[in-house]
């Protein structure tokens, strides 16, 4: 039992460890789609706004 209790403590700080290498690039996209929609000019905004929405709340979604 308490082998069984060390692996599944390791799979624990495996799945931290791949969750975080995950996240932290999601942010940075998330980020980036932040700046990028505050930047836009009104008629790049009226064309990009929905798709950048769109990817903005898969990304969030992901990074959850």
């Keep these: 039992i308490a082998l069984t209790r060390e692996r ?3 799979v624990g700080e495996i ?3 791949v969750v975080h290498l995950v996240r932290n ?3 940075g ?5 932040d700046i990028l929609a ?3 000019d009104s008629k790049s905004a009226a064309v990009a706004s929905q798709p950048l929405s769109l990817l903005r709340e ?3 979604a992901l990074a959850r």
């Design 8 to 10: 599944m403590a390791r």
């Design 38 to 40: 505050e930047n836009l």
């Design 25 to 27: 690039p999601l942010q």
């Design 58 to 60: 898969a990304c969030s």
């Design 15 to 17: 799945a931290t460890g």
């Design 29 to 33: 996209v998330i980020n980036c789609l």
